[in-house]
């Protein structure tokens, strides 16, 4: 069965949505990347080519999400952003400044658990604060005021091993938002969490935007998870990693698991997997040998 859509513009244009776009458009912009390439050398020579021209502005308080097939390079994008990587050609900045290095300016979070086991959630929490040489009762109730953030009060003595998935991750964007970043650069964070913490988080991490002054940029190869959470989504296309075409979201705010369902949401998520999978690109199906008797069939 399948249902008729209207196309995505037809959501686009709606007078609500028009106008959240251009509000945020309106708004500073926090991060820019302008022509951004980069190629790693290979033993052999050569090079891969990872990214190629990549340009785009995220504005204050803009949900960015980043999507595109495995190897399109959105882990070195983010990795650039943050720091953490060199560029062959073109430049970051943020808030107008190149970037040359990792900064406070920027939090990110990862897939991969990257707590300190040492310590407990506090200590994991209040470690930038005290690394930028801040201490005191003002670090701690604010520190305090974290943990309530991300709903972990009553885990404040806990060590990373004795906590889920989930829970590790809260501890994650707490420690990461400590440091009061101007953008929170996240790559997959839920992509090991089980589908249902996934969907609590993704709820978690709306709300914590909503209450906090950050923007984010969020990378992803999950349409539920980029359509549900962004303002706009950047669709990368494989080798080399280039803009294919940055979406408009036509979602209203505040978001909620019922627009899962909702024309706007599967016109989105048909618009980005046809970008991402077009129908001649389509891998042919494998003739498999058969191990059943003729006549015993499924159909
Ligand atoms: N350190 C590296 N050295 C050489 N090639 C790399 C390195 N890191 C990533 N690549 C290559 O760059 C491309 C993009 O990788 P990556 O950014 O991890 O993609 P994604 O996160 O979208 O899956 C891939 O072809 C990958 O093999
Ligand atoms: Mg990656």
């Known amino acids: 069965m399948s249902v008729e859509l209207p196309p995505l513009a037809h959501f686009q244009n709606d007078e ?65 952003l943050a720091g953490l990587e060199t560029m062959s050609e073109g430049e970051v900045l943020i808030d107008g400044k190149p970037v040359r290095g990792p900064g406070p300016d920027r939090g990110m ?24 040489g801040r201490r005191g009762h003002a670090v701690e109730s604010e520190v305090e005021q974290w943990m309530t953030m991300v709903g972990l009060e009553r885990f404040a003595d806990h060590y990373p091993h004795q906590l889920s998935g989930g829970m590790k991750q809260r501890v994650a964007i707490a420690r990461a938002l400590a440091n009061r970043p101007r953008i929170l650069l996240m790559d997959e964070p839920f992509g090991a969490l089980d589908a249902q913490t996934r969907a609590n988080m993704q709820r978690h991490l709306l709300d914590i935007w909503e209450r906090v002054n950050v923007t984010i940029c969020f ?16 669709v990368l296309d494989a080798h080399p990693g280039r803009v294919r075409e940055v979406v408009d979201v036509p979602l209203p705010h505040p978001r909620g698991p019922e627009q899962f369902l909702s024309p706007a949401f599967l016109a989105t998520k048909a618009h980005i997997s046809h970008l991402i999978h077009p129908p001649q690109h389509q891998a042919p199906r494998p003739e498999l040998p058969r191990l059943t008797p003729v006549g015993d069939d499924v159909y």
Not at 41 to 57: E, F, K, N, Y
Not at 121 to 128: L, P, Q
Not at 219 to 234: F, G, K, Q
């Open 109 to 132: 979070v990862f897939q991969g658990y990257t707590l300190f086991p040492w310590l407990s959630v506090r200590d994991n929490i209040a470690f930038g604060p005290r690394m930028a």
């Open 219 to 234: 990378i992803t190869h999950d349409l539920d998870e980029a359509c549900y959470l962004a303002d706009r989504i950047l």
């Open 16 to 80: 609500i949505i028009r106008a959240r776009m251009q509000r945020i458009d309106q708004r500073p912009v926090v991060m820019e990347v302008r022509g951004l390439g980069k190629t790693f050398a290979t033993p052999g020579g050569g090079g891969v080519r990872a990214l190629d021209h990549i340009s785009l502005q995220i504005h204050r308080r803009e949900f960015l999400c980043v999507i595109g097939p495995s190897g399109c390079g959105k882990s070195t994008l983010i990795r650039i």
